[in-house]
């Protein structure tokens, strides 16, 4: 077992009290107006803002700092092509035989089908791997500590950096996603977590017109 190696924190910034709120309040304010969007444009984006923010991700905190996250970064056509077509399979079967009753009519205010024309017209598909576990050199494996979670955390800081940089994402969970590995020609201890469709709205784009929960509702301070 390797003794631990520490580094002073030299990188912490303190803000005063009216500057802590001043930003957290930006904060909340750039992420108050983060919506899912369906309507992309296929205007292209820089790669450079892409590498970005999935740099950004990978600074996630994760169990034993092992990382168990991929990133797929898909823009030739005819992957997304290949990508869309299995996705719409998979949910055709959901929307016509596997979705109980209750979930359809939970979907229903947000005008989703089995069509997924983004699929192909948005620039970036990035498909978020969770590895499972980690393969060394030699052939042996590496037990990953809360993975999911881990790629869950990931997750939540790209949409937000995608968010920062004047973008807009879909998230986009077909299941099952296998066809993803396949596809994409990752390994077996790699499980698909999540597609996620990134660019810019299309001009006219729309959204459904819902509601967050107020503060009381989703937080209690005891």
């Known amino acids: 077992m390797s003794s631990p190696k520490f580094i002073a924190l030299a990188d912490y910034r303190e803000y005063d009290t ?4 001043r930003r957290a309040d930006s904060f909340y304010e750039l992420m108050r107006r983060r919506r899912t969007v369906r309507h992309f444009s296929n205007r292209p984006v820089a790669r450079e803002i ?18 168990p996250w991929h990133f797929v970064v ?24 596997r979705a109980p009753k209750a979930w359809l009519e939970a979907l229903a205010p947000l005008g989703t089908d089995e069509h997924k024309l983004f699929l192909e017209v948005a620039p970036y598909l990035i498909a978020i791997f969770e590895e499972r576990y980690g393969r060394l050199p030699t052939g042996g494996q590496v037990k990953h500590y809360y993975p999911k979670e881990s790629v869950g955390i990931a997750t939540g800081l790209l949409i937000t950096a995608i968010q920062e940089v004047g973008l807009v994402s879909l998230t986009h969970t077909p299941s099952p996603m296998k066809f993803l590995n396949e596809i994409l020609g990752r390994p077996s201890n790699e499980s698909p977590f999540l597609l996620l469709v990134v660019g810019y709205p299309a001009e006219g784009a729309v959204v459904p017109d819902i509601n967050r929960k107020r503060l009381e509702d989703v937080c209690t301070f005891v």
């Open 74 to 97: 898909v823009t030739d056509p005819s992957v997304k092509f290949q990508i869309r077509v299995a996705a719409e399979e998979e949910e055709k079967e959901f929307y016509s035989r």
């Open 50 to 67: 892409i590498e970005h923010c999935i740099l950004a991700a990978a600074t996630a905190p994760s169990g034993a700092n092992l990382q």
């Open 18 to 21: 009216e500057e802590m709120k």
